[in-house]
């Protein structure tokens, strides 16, 4: 049994797809499929059943994935007992948001780049369900992103952190440490928010919809750090992930504002596809965001 047609298998069950998976392997989907079909002699069995263009794991195909997994983790283990001390290299793709990029990971991926400074790492920022698709698709290997709690079959999620939301304005501003401000105070305030349809915003939006409120931000981005310069240059409030504006809550620039109305809360969640191949980088990296983050939930694969 070929070390590479069991890779191959773990990338079309990843992607549910031969072509996808021949075009990431640099195949021919003839290629893939022979694969395929020399390892269902090999193993005896029917790995997938094919329904036209469509493809569908069979209950030995599922069964398989573990022993697969297996087979190529123990070929890594030999590969790195004989190079010791070689560093990881290759490819390394997140799939974020766009304020975790900005806020959380920056020192993460410093630390990382230190010590394992032969992987190219590539960030991809997106909506939530364009990161899911990126995750489906294998388009990423690694998914952080900021959401309610959720969990999917199809994933494992190393960690999970509770992020809490919050109002947030110029230390200065007058209504600093005010306390329980109503809501319709606030929204007379001028806004500068985050796109609709961000988790958050949704769900602020929501809870205004109950008391028969809405938002009317004068500025709408999806950047968060051109958010946090607007309230340092007193351009308004925000209502932002506090990881987004710890370091000026701590440095005293910015200020947390106490609102009459239901705390938000978030979490952000660091998965992986349950099919995927958990190479030496992708392993060492989920170590150090464990370092970070936490390891609030540890995941279903042994690492």
Do not use: C
């Not at 364009?130 to 079959?153: A, G, I, Q």
């Not at 109950?210 to 981005?221: C, S, Y």
């Not at 705390?263 to 464990?290: A, C, D, G």
Request: hydrophobic share 40%.
């Amino acid at each position: 049994m070929e070390l590479r047609t069991v890779a191959t298998f773990l990338r079309v069950t990843e992607l549910q797809s031969f072509s996808r998976a021949a075009e990431q392997l640099g195949y021919s989907q003839a290629a893939v499929t022979v694969q395929i079909q020399q390892l269902e002699q090999e193993l005896g069995t029917q790995l997938f059943e094919r329904f036209g263009r469509r493809i569908q794991l069979t209950e030995h195909g599922l069964q398989f994935i573990p022993h697969a997994q297996e087979l190529l983790r123990v070929a890594q283990n030999a590969k790195t007992f004989i190079r010791q001390g070689a560093q990881p290299s290759g490819r390394l793709r997140i799939g974020t948001a766009e304020s975790l990029s900005i806020s959380v990971l920056p020192p993460i991926l410093s630390a990382y780049h230190a010590r394992y400074p032969l992987v190219e790492t590539s960030i991809h920022t997106g909506t939530i369900p364009v990161l899911f698709d990126m995750v489906r698709r294998n388009d990423v290997d690694l998914l952080y992103f900021l959401d309610k709690k959720t969990d999917f079959p199809e994933w494992n999620k190393v960690l999970e952190r509770p992020e809490p939301i919050v109002f947030v304005a110029p230390a200065d501003h007058p209504l600093a440490g005010q306390q329980q401000i109503p809501l319709q105070t606030i929204l007379a305030e001028p806004l500068v928010l985050t796109e609709r349809g961000i988790s958050y915003r949704y769900d602020l939006e929501q809870l205004l919809a109950a008391r028969g409120l809405e938002l009317h931000p004068f500025l709408e981005t999806g950047n968060t750090g051109i958010i946090v310069d607007m309230l340092l240059h007193h351009a308004g409030l925000s209502f932002l992930p506090r990881y987004v504006v710890q370091t000026y809550l701590e440095s005293g620039a910015l200020t947390i504002l106490s609102v009459d109305a239901p705390s938000i809360q978030m979490w952000s969640q660091l998965v992986y596809h349950r099919n995927k191949w958990i190479t030496p980088q992708i392993e060492q990296f989920l170590s150090l965001m464990r370092e970070h983050i936490g390891t609030a939930q540890q995941p279903d694969q042994t690492l």
